[in-house]
């Protein structure tokens, strides 16, 4: 498989705080993790472009947009709170916009068949942010943007997005809950932040809740009962997998028990899944993480399977 690997340095110039779990870190120790072990050099590297204003209000309204750039502090002023563990600081919009860009990014080169797949190591996250509402270290929802640029932009009806993240991906839910072209399969926590509807029922949102303590095997066969035969009805044309790696035993937001060999099984459960409905379209976008060391080793075992490795 060819490999896209989008990411951009200034993604690392939004900084909440050296106590800040989601640190500039994360990035450089995916990066660091992917050298000293030869796969960054067989994966093919592209800056993320800043996404354009009409990209973001197919998702985002722009009151709201507007409302987060004019929150922004001038450099060296005191970083502004926007929810109890949210702050934005004088580069978050513009590394937002690279985040978002990079998915954008990432959709072309797939539906132009310039890659097989891609992996967009970016920053800030985004399933957490709401259609009007920014949360849980997430400003706007790349993986939304990047659905909407596929359906809008190159046709894409059915759409799956899968997501693994300890915290359930409760803003693209609120996007997408209730338009059946669009599947959402989620893991998370449960009970856990972000406390919203985890406990809601659509009929293309498929939530996957997963006990404090849950283990490899539970979780592997939660997902097999519950996403396989949703995949398998929805015939997905793309897949977009929103990454996070905080599942992982010695990641210290969650309480699951996965281990990186996990989450190279569920990439190659989602490669299978597309190489026989889409051929194997999948744009992969970082979410959590927060173990500098298990993310790094997770995210390299995500980009072997979906290379093929």
């Known amino acids: 498989m060819i490999t896209s690997y989008i990411s951009h340095s200034e993604c690392m110039l939004h900084d909440m705080g050296p106590w800040h779990p989601e640190s500039p870190h994360r990035i450089s120790s995916i990066n660091q993790q992917l050298e000293r072990s030869g796969l960054f050099q067989e994966l093919?590297?592209?800056?993320?472009?800043?996404?354009?204003?009409?990209?973001?209000?197919?998702?985002?309204?722009?009151?709201?947009?507007?409302?987060?750039?004019?929150s922004q502090p001038d450099e060296g002023e005191t970083l502004v709170q926007i929810d109890d563990d949210t702050l934005i600081g004088p580069k978050t919009m513009h590394a937002a916009t690279l985040a978002a860009g990079a998915v954008v990014r990432g959709t072309e080169q797939i539906l132009k068949n310039q890659a097989d797949n891609v992996f967009c190591a970016v920053r800030p996250p985004g399933h957490h942010a709401e259609?009007?509402?920014?949360?849980?270290f997430c400003f706007?929802?790349?993986?939304?943007i990047g659905v909407e640029h596929a359906r809008q932009n190159f046709g894409i009806k059915r759409v799956a997005i899968v997501d693994f993240d300890v915290h359930h991906g409760n803003g693209t839910v609120d996007i997408f809950k209730n338009d059946p072209d669009v599947l959402v399969c989620s893991s998370f926590q449960h009970p856990f932040y972000p406390w919203r509807f985890a406990d809601s029922e659509?009929?293309?949102?498929?939530?996957?809740?997963?006990?404090?303590?849950?283990n490899s095997l539970e979780f592997r066969k939660k997902v097999e009962d519950s996403w396989l035969p949703?995949?398998?009805?929805?015939?997905?044309?793309?897949?977009?997998?929103s990454a996070g790696f905080d599942a992982h035993k010695d990641d210290p937001?969650?309480?699951?028990?996965?281990t990186e060999e996990d989450f190279y099984w569920v990439t190659k459960l989602i490669m299978d899944v597309a190489g026989t409905y889409c051929n194997n379209r999948v744009v992969?976008?970082?979410e959590g993480g927060y173990d500098l060391s298990s993310l790094a080793h997770s995210a390299h075992k995500h980009i072997e399977a979906l290379k093929g490795l």
């Not at 093919?44 to 409302?67: F, I, L």
């Open 44 to 70: 093919m590297h592209y800056n993320a472009r800043a996404v354009t204003e009409e990209q973001v209000y197919r998702v985002h309204p722009q009151a709201h947009v507007r409302s987060l750039e004019l």
């Open 131 to 136: 259609r009007v509402e920014s949360m849980g």
């Open 140 to 144: 706007l929802n790349n993986v939304a």
């Open 202 to 214: 659509w009929d293309n949102i498929i939530n996957t809740p997963l006990n404090s303590g849950c």
């Open 230 to 241: 949703a995949l398998q009805i929805h015939r997905p044309e793309m897949i977009f997998i």
């Open 253 to 258: 937001m969650g309480e699951v028990n996965l």
């Open 284 to 286: 992969s976008v970082l």
